[in-house]
């Protein structure tokens, strides 16, 4: 996952995505509503579509050591990489509310596949450090338009939380296996050969394409938003009021404000960790290249596993639990000098942290409005990305300055404000609660 800013047009669905994307909510939905053709088919190409953005994320953290020496920069430039992340998802907040009213829901899941691909293309043969740092605002922008509106779709579906779950299980999957084939690329040969890592995300992204390609090809049609000027008039106007009444609710900017920091801190995370073990713990960069995917397969298995006690004995009260256990797990990470110990309570923590975005998105569809749900739950997720770009980026420029070790007090500022932004969430008296 990676990430954006608030600005207008953020990542909002128009009325004419809403068509290409159900709204979960029609309250004769979970009755009566037809199952999207398909819909196994596309659930399964929604959790290939994370488990590639997964890849791309959770492989970065192992990778940096080696692009630090391969191109003799600085901490600091490395947030270059998070600079350029945050401009694809900026640039996805500015242009995604147009393309969905153009493009049909298949059009656009493929168009953020083939992006994605075009990224790997350019990374396979040791480009120049700018081409490098271009290219992740090329994966980032097609992880936009792909995940955003397979995660929308999803969110759509009876049962949402479980296949919200899957889909999200498949990004830490993603990242899991990110960290290992990477650092068993990387750590070959004397002279690292890190870049040909990306044949592995490249060949995943082309079975994405083509996967994407045939489950939703009866989502290839023009929207009907453009079959007459009137009509697309009108589909305008109620694009621009669907718009402003998503930036006008309060709990839309809460819950974005949640996932802001969370992504900040789980991103900063897995972006940093192998840089502060190596030089702070003086670990060996060989074996610290695996740590990230005790994190990441602890947030899988936290994914999995927590999603249905957490549906069942309350969401709110236990995201709020579990955000109190991730503080404490980081106190630990930061104070006990002891790599095996730190190894333990960064799985910990990942497993604890796991159900924090598939829950939030659920929350989001209880407690937005069918009129705006489609373009709430599209802003949040680019919001929140946004937060995932922002503070590795601005660790990497402190760093720069005092040291990686900025680290730990960055990660315990953004969990405690994900855990009190939860708090401040608008009640419903629908969800499981006290």
Request: net charge positive; with cysteine; hydrophobic share 50%.
């Amino acid at each position: 996952m990676s990430t954006q800013t608030q600005t207008e047009t953020i990542v909002l669905q128009t009325r004419a995505s809403t068509e290409a994307i159900p709204a979960e909510n029609e309250p004769s939905q979970d009755l009566s509503s037809p199952v999207p053709k398909w819909m196994y088919a596309k659930i399964l190409s929604a959790g290939l579509s994370f488990f590639v953005a997964g890849v791309n994320d959770g492989s970065l953290g192992s990778l940096i050591p080696y692009v630090i020496r391969t191109y003799d920069i600085g901490t600091n430039m490395v947030a270059v990489l998070y600079g350029t992340t945050f401009c694809g998802w900026l640039i996805a907040a500015l242009t995604n509310g147009k393309i969905t009213q153009y493009l049909d829901l298949g059009l656009i899941l493929s168009l953020g596949a083939a992006i994605q691909v075009l990224a790997q293309v350019l990374r396979v043969w040791e480009p120049p450090f700018v081409l490098y740092a271009i290219t992740f605002c090329l994966a980032t922008l097609g992880q936009a338009y792909n995940d955003t509106h397979a995660n929308t779709f999803v969110s759509a579906l009876n049962g949402a939380h479980r296949r919200l779950g899957f889909i999200h299980a498949m990004y830490m999957a993603g990242c899991l296996v990110g960290p290992f084939v990477a650092t068993g690329v990387a750590s070959a040969n004397v002279d690292s050969k890190w870049y040909l890592f990306y044949l592995f995300p490249l060949g995943v992204g082309v079975a994405n394409l083509a996967f994407v390609s045939v489950s939703f090809r009866d989502r290839m049609a023009t929207p009907a938003v453009l079959r007459g000027s009137r009509g697309g008039r009108i589909a305008s106007k109620s694009a621009l009021k669907e718009i402003k009444d998503t930036l006008s609710t309060p709990g839309v900017w809460l819950l974005s404000l949640f996932f802001f920091f969370f992504l900040g801190a789980t991103i900063t995370a897995g972006g940093w960790m192998v840089e502060y073990l190596v030089n702070v713990r003086n670990g060996d960069v060989k074996s610290m290249g695996y740590i990230p995917a005790g994190f990441y397969g602890g947030a899988f298995l936290g994914r999995l596993i927590l999603a249905e006690p957490t549906h069942r004995l309350g969401e709110r009260r236990m995201i709020f639990i579990y955000a109190v256990l991730c503080l404490g797990l980081q106190l630990v990470f930061w104070l006990v000098p002891n790599i095996i110990t730190e190894a333990v309570a960064v799985s910990l923590l990942g497993f604890f942290s796991g159900p924090f975005f598939a829950t939030g998105i659920s929350v989001g569809s209880k407690i937005f409005s069918p009129e705006i749900r489609s373009s709430a739950i599209a802003f949040v997720f680019v919001l929140g990305q946004i937060g995932g770009s922002v503070f590795p980026a601005l660790t990497g420029v402190i760093a720069g300055k005092v040291g990686v070790q900025v680290l730990q007090p960055m990660l315990v500022g953004l969990l405690g404000a994900a855990g009190v932004s939860w708090l401040i969430l608008p009640k419903d008296p629908a969800l499981h609660q006290d």
